[in-house]
């Protein structure tokens, strides 16, 4: 009987275990997707927030609503490589990345879209 006793609480403290771990992973899941969602919409985490891989998809939303595309998506990338940030939105909001605000051309205008 002792032996049924202690089993029968292995088994429990295994369920346990394992409802926690899938717990876990539901709560990282479902912030890793909002996370992907995010990253091509904002950068809410400032100048040097993303990852070069993640320049391309963010910098492709910021000029999705911009009739100069080519060029748009062009100087975000250059931008983002530098900065590793590409402020939300499709225009504005440059005070969210320093370093893409900052950056001016020679004629002092701004250089990131």
Not at 2 to 28: F, N, Q
Request: glycine fraction near 8%; hydrophobic fraction near 30%.
């Amino acid at each position: 009987m002792a032996l049924a006793g202690r089993l029968l609480v292995l088994v429990l403290i295994a369920v346990a275990l394992l409802a926690v771990s899938i717990a876990e992973h539901k709560v990282s899941a479902s912030g890793t997707e909002e996370h992907e969602d995010n990253v091509y919409r904002v950068s809410k985490g400032g100048q040097g927030s993303l990852k070069i891989y993640q320049c391309k998809p963010v910098c492709e939303y910021r000029c999705s609503d911009t009739k100069y595309r080519k060029p748009c998506l062009f100087f975000c990338n250059k931008c983002c490589n530098t900065c590793l940030c590409v402020p939300s939105g499709f225009y504005g909001h440059k005070y969210e990345c320093p370093c893409y605000n900052n950056w001016k051309t020679k004629e002092g205008r701004p250089k990131c879209p």
